[in-house]
């Protein structure tokens, strides 16, 4: 979030399941995010708010399904 950091104890896999119906996804195995969050994306790379966000290999075909349905 920008404004405040939430600390939350689950699983990132966990996260991700209550989070995709609201347009977020895993794109990493570090991160989840928000697809209408995207200011940009580069060859393996989504840009957010000026962070830069790496698209790891095993994520990149399903990221790439889900942009092109908007």
């Known amino acids: 979030l920008?404004?405040?950091k939430y600390?939350?104890?689950?699983?990132?896999?966990?996260?991700e399941e209550?989070?995709?119906?609201?347009?977020f996804l895993?794109?990493?195995?570090?991160y989840v995010i928000n697809i209408k969050a995207i200011d940009s994306i580069e060859e393996d790379v989504v840009v957010i708010s000026g962070h830069h966000i790496p698209v790891g290999k095993t994520h990149r075909e399903n990221f790439m399904k889900r942009i092109?349905?908007?």
């Not at 209550?18 to 347009?23: I, M």
């Not at 895993?26 to 570090?30: A, G, L, T």
Request: aromatic content about 4%; hydrophobic content about 35%; overall charge positive.
């Open 26 to 30: 895993r794109v990493h195995r570090s």
């Open 2 to 4: 920008q404004e405040q």
């Open 18 to 23: 209550k989070l995709e119906e609201f347009g």
């Open 68 to 70: 092109k349905l908007l």
């Open 7 to 15: 600390l939350i104890s689950t699983t990132l896999k966990g996260l």
